[in-house]
């Protein structure tokens, strides 16, 4: 791609004219090019193409019968022309990488990002700066999420179903996992995450699970064992909530999956006030005559309790509540995660939205807390470690919809941050379903195809460019190809995610993330701006460790 | 020596033929050396009629053969003289593709251009400009036929004509109308 710049603004991006001779059907939207200033390179991308003519009357008037003429036209009379977004400026003296606060003049020269540029910005993988694709038609320059970054705040997977959502959510889990640098606790909603998963390449057919690929850095917690037996999965703990610990707030959460209305939720908090921890078990196991003489007592309705009374009997038939379980699972999940391991707890068949919202909100509850205890502690005591937590939630917007995503644990831990070391990874497919603030706090956003443009703009909602990056969204392929940006990334940028495969496999059990393809100079703008420690080839380090 | 020159202008100037009928063609290259300087022309223009300024040939309803044995004097008595639009100027080695500062003067002989010259001045699309608004009105078609000249002499004509075309369409402002009308005329290819 040649061309020069035509016109544009800071803000709506410019366009370029295409040199004559250059095929404007190679250009794909997404793709990165430079734009040589005259003191800064800009880092630009692709947001829009399309044909535009010096004379309007020229499109209508040339003849296609004489080709002459229409090479002549082609490139002088009609333009095709190019609508980028510059999105850095790397200062050509220096090398540093700043955001965009001019513009190159007219005419400047524009061409494509060659290895160097993309690579000076995204930076060398290592284990911090996790490689998660390629550029559009760059296949063996890495991109890289900073995880460091990534994990300081809630980030978001969304994509329609059938994208990919679950192995862009596995291949950041990896990510996290072998950095070390947070632990994580998935609700593993369909079963997918802890041990094996169905890929749909024929070729490859299953993939593996973390607790395949981490080994014992992972462990399987289970709702339902018969399930995971059956899949040949030996699940480390099963997980048994008890009555006591489920809270008037954790089925106002589900109140839509139990069918209960406002009366319904009041009467359930003047339960919890009377009976305190143990409301559910008595009021589940109360007779009717009682159900009469409590109401009478708090001045509730009878026929009120009777029908929550039915209602909530639904959760008597998740096998997983249990009065008096011989184990606390929330301890033991803190357990695990104080030891530096990361959780998967899987569903099983329990996957009903009843029975995951309720575990999620339970145990995020209870984990919350001890975690804003714990960094209360923290704070006084600096010898207390304090990893912080990545809580990942699937159908996210059940969470974080707008009549319950302010008041639920979701939307709280989303809103504060890392304060208390926790964060969220929400993995949804309608976004828009989602609290807009929740939305707008989310740090890092790693976007597959949406095609409902109520999804798109609440996506995209709070992003700059967000117009500009709706067309390169709506472009993306339905598999492999996805849009990141926010926190994490100093730009944003599509990319086709790495594959899922045996590679990867070999990248995450080795501990070597460097690019095998990749041969071009570690930048120096790169490592000097300290993101970028090239990682120890195995023959020094086992020069180091043996002297030989 | 085709002609020589009788009318100067600084965009034009008009030379009578040798002999009446040995015309250069309708966008050919001519030059006319004038000192050290040598003046490019393209030619935009001819007319032959009585050598008698005032009056004009008649008709003798005969063919050519039947009038050259029957009447040869007839021949002798007219004259044909061109217009050319002044392309651009050679001075020191150095060819330029503008106004030489002074216009020719009258009665300096008038030779054609050779190929490599023709060659030498068509790189430079300059001369477009000047047959584009040729004085007598004729732009488009004298614009045809002087690339109808120049673009068979180079190595890729194809080529040439698509430079030479770009350049146009800027020039006529974008009027893909008529730089159709222009490029139509010009079929070598």
């Known amino acids: ?50 044909i535009e003519a010096a004379n309007p009357k020229a499109i209508y008037e040339t003849s296609h019968t004489s080709s002459l003429l229409n090479e002549i036209v082609k490139g002088t009379g009609i333009l095709d022309k190019v609508k980028i977004q510059p999105m850095l400026a790397i200062d050509r003296e220096d090398g540093r990488v700043m955001p965009v606060k001019s513009i190159p003049s007219h005419l400047s020269k524009v061409r494509e990002a060659a290895e160097n540029d993309v690579f000076a910005v995204f930076g060398n993988p290592d284990d911090t700066n996790f490689h998660i694709g390629y550029p559009l038609d760059m296949e063996h320059i890495p991109v890289c999420i900073n995880l460091e970054r990534f994990i300081e705040r809630s980030n978001g997977i969304f994509g329609k179903s059938g994208t990919g959502k679950t192995f862009y959510t596995r291949i950041m889990l990896c990510g996290m996992i072998k950095s070390g640098l947070c632990n ?3 609700f593993d909603m369909h079963s997918e995450y802890g041990w094996e998963g169905k890929d749909e390449d024929k070729t490859r057919k299953k993939a593996k699970g973390l607790k395949q690929l981490f080994g014992a850095e992972v462990a399987i917690f289970t709702l339902d064992p018969e399930s995971s037996r059956r899949r040949g999965v030996r699940p480390d703990y099963v997980v048994e909530i008890p009555y006591r610990s489920i809270d008037a707030e954790d089925i106002a959460m589900v109140w839509e999956e139990l069918n209960l209305n406002q009366t ?21 196991n109360m007779p009717a005559s009682e159900i009469l003489s409590f109401a009478e007592e708090t001045g509730s309705h009878s026929g009120a309790l009777q029908a929550l009374q039915r209602k909530l009997i639904k959760l008597q038939k998740l096998p997983f509540i249990k009065e008096n379980p011989v184990d606390d699972a929330v301890e033991r999940i803190m357990q695990y995660i104080d030891n530096g391991m990361n959780v998967v707890l899987e569903f099983g ?21 001890l975690y804003v205890m714990r960094s209360e502690k923290a704070l006084s005591n600096e010898t207390i470690v304090n990893t912080p937590l990545v809580i990942v939630i699937e159908e996210a917007h059940k969470f974080l919809n707008r009549e319950t995503g ?12 890392r304060k208390n070391n926790v964060t969220l990874l929400v993995v949804d497919q309608r976004p828009s379903e989602i ?18 443009e109520k999804d798109i703009d609440s996506v995209l909602s709070g992003a700059n460019h967000a117009k500009m990056l709706k067309n390169v969204l709506a472009t993306l392929d339905t598999k492999q190809q996805a849009l990141i940006l926010g926190h994490a990334v100093p730009m944003p940028v599509v990319i086709r995610t790495r594959t899922y495969g045996e590679d990867f496999y070999n990248d995450m059990q080795t501990g070597n993330t460097k690019i095998s ?12 701006s300290g993101n970028n420690v090239q990682g120890k080839d195995f023959e020094d380090l086992m020069k180091e460790l043996y002297g030989t | 020596m085709i002609a020589e ?40 223009g001819a007319y032959t009629g009585s050598l008698d300024g005032s009056g004009k040939a008649r008709a003798f309803f005969k063919s050519l053969q039947e009038l050259e044995l029957e009447q040869p004097q007839i021949f002798s008595l007219l004259r044909t003289e061109f217009t050319a639009v002044v392309a651009g100027y050679l001075e020191a080695g150095i060819y330029r593709s503008y106004y030489p500062p002074v216009h020719i003067r009258l009665h300096l002989p008038v030779e054609r251009c050779t190929d490599e010259e023709v060659l030498k001045i068509s790189t430079n699309t300059g001369f477009l400009i000047k047959t584009l608004n040729c004085p007598n009105g004729n732009g488009d078609e004298l614009t045809a036929a002087a690339l109808r000249t120049v673009a068979i002499l180079h190595d890729n004509p194809k080529e040439y004509l698509l430079n030479a075309g770009r350049e146009l369409l800027k020039m006529l402002s974008y009027d893909t109308q008529r730089l159709k009308s222009v490029i139509e005329r010009v079929d070598i290819l």
Not at chain 1, 406 to 417: K, L, N, T, V
Not at chain 2, 24 to 41: A, E, L, M, N, W
């Open chain 1, 264 to 284: 319904a939720l009041e009467v359930i908090f003047v339960l919890q006030k009377h009976f305190a921890a143990d409301w559910l078990f008595k009021f589940l």
């Open chain 1, 349 to 369: 068949h329990q996957r009903s939205m009843l029975a995951y919202m309720l575990v999620a909100n339970i145990l995020t509850r209870r984990i919350h807390e």
């Open chain 1, 406 to 417: 302010r008041q639920s644990i979701f939307g709280m831990i989303a809103r504060e941050m």
């Open chain 2, 5 to 44: 020159v009788i009318e100067s202008k600084t965009d034009q100037f008009v030379a009578e033929t040798v002999k009446y009928h040995e015309i250069p063609g309708f966008g050919s290259f001519v030059k006319v050396q004038d000192g050290t300087r040598r003046i490019y022309g393209i030619v935009s």
């Open chain 1, 517 to 528: 393809g990749f041969k071009g100079n570690v930048n120096k703008r790169a490592t000097e």
């Open chain 1, 1 to 50: 791609m040649k061309g020069t710049i035509l016109r544009g603004s800071l803000s709506g991006g410019f366009d370029i004219r295409l040199d004559i001779g250059e095929e404007i059907e190679k250009i794909k939207v997404g793709t990165f090019c430079i734009v040589e200033g005259r003191t800064y390179d800009f880092l630009a991308m692709v947001m829009d193409e399309d």
């Open chain 1, 435 to 452: 609290d807009s603030e929740v939305l707008s706090q989310l740090g890092t956003k790693i976007i597959a195809l949406l095609t409902e």
């Open chain 1, 184 to 186: 994580t606790l998935v």
